[in-house]
């Protein structure tokens, strides 16, 4: 069970050279292979127009390699195409020519490479789009349960319980999902969790989610959904100090 910052990272080049195409292309499948598991898809085209029929049909990317100078539509036009579909995606131009710098940037590029490119500029271009990309996505984790592995987002996890070694996991979409038995002492499983400033640890069986606290008692914090979590004497006093310091509530704050 481990964090996940970036599940899914696609790359998507548009270059009507076919010369230039295959160089790149060969790059970016390097690149691909050095990144097993965090790089999932690589797919080129020699067409902007190729390339928006996929977009627009099946997938977008997270990441565009656009030449600038195409025929039917600039590079430009295709970026401005994909903004209108999303503000998330980078988009990084390829070009022969610097004078159609400030026109990328007004598109928001993340950066302007001029032709030849080589591996070492455009392998920290994309270096630099994957850890914005880490930066930008909710924090996963995924955990083993009866049914299977299933990745959930932290913020999606209201409490979890641990009952005779088997762990429950209460969503805000209202399921419980059941993971298998724990082999170690639920604080140890609940590490990644623990580490996060949000969730907290008021009974040995418990951890919660502040984020979804809505009463704090003298002996429970009362859940989004009606739940009621304990709180045990011995950790009443650290489990109210760290929700009161997340939200910037403590004396002194």
Known sequence: MHPDNCSMFTIALCDDNLKENEKLSGLIENYCESHPGIVSGFQSFSSPTELLDVVENKMGFDVYLLDILMPDLTGIEVAQRLRAK???SFIVFLTFSEDFALEAFRVGALQYLVKPIEKEELFAVL???????????PKTILINT???KERIPLSSIVFVECRNHILSYHLSDGRALTGRTIRTSFEVAMGVLLAERNFIHPHKSFIINAD????????????????????TKSRYAQARSKYLQYFDLSPGN
Do not use: K, N
């Not at 270096?127 to 996505?137: I, K, S, V």
């Not at 809505?214 to 009362?222: D, K, N, P, V, Y």
């Open 86 to 88: 999303s503000q998330e």
């Open 127 to 137: 270096d630099r789009a994957l850890t914005l990309a880490e930066r930008r996505a």
């Open 146 to 148: 009866v049914q299977g």
């Open 212 to 231: 979804y606290v809505e009463r704090l008692t003298a002996q429970t914090f009362l859940m989004a959904g009606g739940f009621e979590v304990p709180i």
